[in-house]
């Protein structure tokens, strides 16, 4: 009993060192760490923390020991476990992000972009007298987070699950850029639009809930974005959209799907998107009807353990075996994920492309024993390019010279490199 005493001490301690800290760096949510600070008292170090809570965690820890010289023993094996654990969402993190990128960020052009300041935005956010406001060609790379969330006119409520209501104003975005853009843990109660928008670095929805419509149509995702668990209760537009970079992540672990009613009335669309990135949808569940017409994988993607309403509407999807690792097992997964659906031109398309991952992996067996398989490094120095070059090329053009990847290592087919060869003469190093 006394040492659980002295446990919980040594967790309010560093709790509020950790707010501290925080309250400290007036470019650091403070919002986020609250409710990271609440989960250290409630489930204390046992819990499971994303990576950046887990660096911000570990500061508060070394700024007691170094700074303050205040030592928590009881704690300190805790700490170590934090630092070293997988969390499931870990895992999809780890096993695509950290792989080589294929298809880099990619730049949106998009004209007559202006700046906008942060004093603007909190004179925008304080006009009670707008319930909706618009947004055109607008960057807000440079906006502190807390100001854009002051544009949902937030009712300063945090519920039991740790999320912000946010109420009142619908927002469209049309043409902006953002940064590093963090709106999770929140639950929009009004409509939502960003319009041929352009997310750079780590875009964050995990956790939130939208009440109403929201839309992404047309925008671009660089780096990596969080979707995990992230709930629609009615549209959710993700029409022709673009993910480079790292990885789409769609995941859902701990969502509860109980609120989503009228589940033939709305539709989560994907139609026309482009995934150059990896992505993962995970043991998502889709509760309302769902279109993932004329999607194009060019990466590694998941639909591992789906659930896909009956309403879903599947044809047209293109994939780019040669850029996608376990081809063959993921197509399978997939095609199994949808035999229930009414979508029986889907499943004649997918075995379509289920016998050509079969006949892609006999065919890369026989070069293989031939010998017809070349290193990237090896099809650098025949062809006169570096390696960067090679990269750069099978992003661009990915259909130039045949390749296949295992792992995360590159191989080059003999006769497509001997191929290009006689079409385009070695470049000198």
């Known amino acids: 009993m006394l040492q659980n005493m002295a446990y919980r001490r040594e967790l309010f301690i560093l709790q509020s060192t950790l707010i501290k800290l925080a309250a400290l760096d007036p470019n650091e949510d403070i ?57 499931p969402k870990d895992y999809f993190e780890k096993q695509l992000v950290v792989q080589e990128d294929l298809f880099p960020c990619k730049k949106k052009s998009i004209n007559n972009v202006e700046k906008i300041t942060n004093t603007e935005i909190i004179d925008i956010a304080q006009n009670k007298a707008k319930n909706s406001i618009e947004f055109y060609n607008k960057d807000f790379s440079d906006i502190y987070l807390s100001n ?22 619908n927002i469209k975005f049309f043409h902006c850029t953002f940064f590093n853009l963090n709106l999770s843990k929140i639950r929009f109660k009004s409509n939502l639009n960003f319009i041929n928008c352009q997310f750079n670095g780590n ?28 709930n629609f209760l009615k549209n ?24 989503n009613n009228d589940i033939f009335k709305y539709i989560w669309s994907f139609k026309g998107a482009k995934f150059y990135s ?26 591992t353990n789906c659930q896909f309403p009956l309403k879903t509407e599947v044809k047209g999807l293109k994939f780019f075996p040669q850029n996608i690792s376990d081809f063959e097992i993921s197509i399978r997964i997939l095609r199994a994920a949808l035999e229930e659906c009414y979508c029986h031109a889907a499943n004649d ?24 398989l070349l290193s990237a490094r090896k099809t650098a120095a025949i062809l006169g390019y570096s390696e960067a070059s090679l990269r750069t090329m099978r992003s661009q053009y990915p259909d130039k010279i045949k390749f296949l990847k295992r792992a995360n290592r590159v ?19």
């Not at 990271?36 to 923390?49: D, I, K, M, S």
């Not at 820890?61 to 700074?67: G, T």
């Not at 480079?244 to 672990?253: D, E, H, I, K, T």
């Not at 006999?362 to 070069?367: C, E, G, R």
Request: charged share 30%; with cysteine; hydrophobic share 35%.
């Open 349 to 372: 398309e997918l075995l379509m492309w289920e016998q050509r991952a079969t006949e892609l992996k006999t065919q890369t067996i026989v070069d293989d024993e031939k010998e017809e």
């Open 148 to 169: 854009i969330k002051m544009l949902f006119d937030s009712l300063g409520k945090l519920t039991d699950t740790g999320t912000y209501i946010y109420s009142h104003k």
């Open 203 to 230: 875009t964050d929805f995990r956790d939130s809930v939208f009440e109403e419509d929201v839309s992404f149509q047309h925008s671009c995702f660089n780096g990596t974005t969080h979707f995990e668990d992230t």
């Open 31 to 87: 919002e986020k760490i609250y409710i990271t600070a609440q989960n250290l008292v409630r489930f204390g170090l046992e819990y499971y923390y994303d990576q950046i809570e887990k660096q911000k965690i570990s500061k508060a820890f070394e700024h007691l020991k170094d700074i303050e010289k205040i030592d928590l023993p009881n704690i300190k094996q805790h700490l170590q476990h934090i630092r070293t654990s997988i969390s």
């Open 278 to 303: 990896k992505v993962a949808f995970f043991r998502r569940i889709f509760p309302v009807r769902a279109d993932f017409s004329y999607v194009s994988f060019y990466n590694t993607f998941y639909f």
């Open 411 to 429: 191989f080059y087919y003999k006769s497509s490199v001997y191929d290009f060869l006689k079409l385009t003469p070695p470049k000198s190093k």
């Open 236 to 259: 959710a537009n993700f029409e022709h959209i673009e993910s480079y970079g790292n990885a789409f992540l769609f995941n859902q672990y701990k969502l509860d799907n109980s609120g």
